[in-house]
């Protein structure tokens, strides 16, 4: 089982850029994708971005769209998830998960491999 390890976050202005890391702990991922979420307490976990791993395919959240950006290094062992942090709404627990984008008419959704998930990157934008 390949883990997912984030990092790359910590306290930025609105308006900042910020990029996270989320990186395959001991080996490459060998999924299909990498999907991003964040968290803040008391909420739901809200899906963020799905990265194909195969032809690099982005889906994106509304509410990021313009702003964040998917890629991956050359390695095939880490995906990053750029974010031009323009409001202290983007203040979350930031998290990568492997597994399957799936998509359809109404948008797209996320599968998540079975297995735990990473401790996440705290990002905190300030006004």
């Known amino acids: 089982e390949v883990q997912q390890v984030e990092s790359g976050g910590g306290l930025v202005q609105a308006g900042e850029s910020l990029r996270l890391s989320c990186r395959a702990s001991?080996?490459?991922?060998?999924?299909?994708?990498i999907a991003w979420f964040r968290q803040v307490p008391g909420k739901e976990r809200e899906k963020v971005a799905c990265?194909?791993?195969?032809?690099?395919?982005?889906f994106l959240a509304d509410s990021v769209k313009g702003r964040f950006t998917v890629s991956r290094n050359n390695h095939g062992n880490t995906v990053y998830l750029q974010m031009s942090a323009r409001k202290p709404q983007a203040t979350a627990v930031y998290s990568c998960?492997?597994?399957?984008?799936?998509?359809?008419?109404?948008?797209?959704?996320?599968?998540?491999?079975?297995?735990?998930w990473g401790q996440g990157t705290q990002v905190t934008v300030s006004s």
């Open positions: 998960k492997d597994g399957l984008c799936l998509t359809s008419d109404d948008g797209w959704e996320f599968e998540a491999t079975l297995g735990s």
């Open positions: 001991g080996s490459t991922f060998d999924d299909d994708a």
């Open positions: 990265f194909t791993l195969r032809d690099g395919s982005t």
